[in-house]
Nanobody
Framework: QVQLVESGGGLVQAGGSLRLSCAASGRPFSTRTMGWFRQAPGKEREFVAAWRSDGRTYYEDSVKGRFTISRDSAKNTVYLQMNSLKPEDTAVYYC?????????????????WGQGTQVTVSS
């Protein structure tokens, strides 16, 4: 079984920064795709950012230039650095992972999901 544990969420003022972390543990495995999604109240879960083992990164348009995804292979951990936060970034952020190199990491086809961490941006 694979476990994903997110951390780093919290309350921040607009314009501030947060860094989310997602640590993967469980049976030995290598994650070829890791991503972040978010879900605001009353809305569907949406793609935010993803990293794939070929080095490509993907971002949702509204976070480009503000968010950066990175991965520490040794720790099997993925990070989401979020800068210039806006109230509309408020949501529960979920980490996702898959052993496959997903063709389209923006889709919700990941095999493993974390429990989520709350990010609240006040105006």
């Amino acid at each position: 079984q694979v476990q994903l544990v997110e951390s780093g969420g919290g309350l921040v003022q607009a314009g501030g920064s947060l860094r989310l972390s997602c640590a993967a543990s469980g049976r030995p495995f290598s994650t070829r795709t890791m991503g972040w999604f978010r879900q605001a109240p009353g809305k569907e879960r949406e793609f935010v950012a993803a990293w794939r083992s070929d080095g490509r990164t993907y971002y949702e348009d509204s976070v480009k230039g503000r968010f950066t995804i990175s991965r520490d292979s040794a720790k099997n951990t993925v990070y989401l650095q979020m800068n210039s936060l806006k109230p509309e970034d408020t949501a529960v952020y979920y980490c996702a992972a898959d052993r496959r190199s997903l063709t389209d990491p923006r889709m919700r086809t990941y095999a493993y999901w974390g429990q989520g961490t709350q990010v609240t941006v006040s105006s």
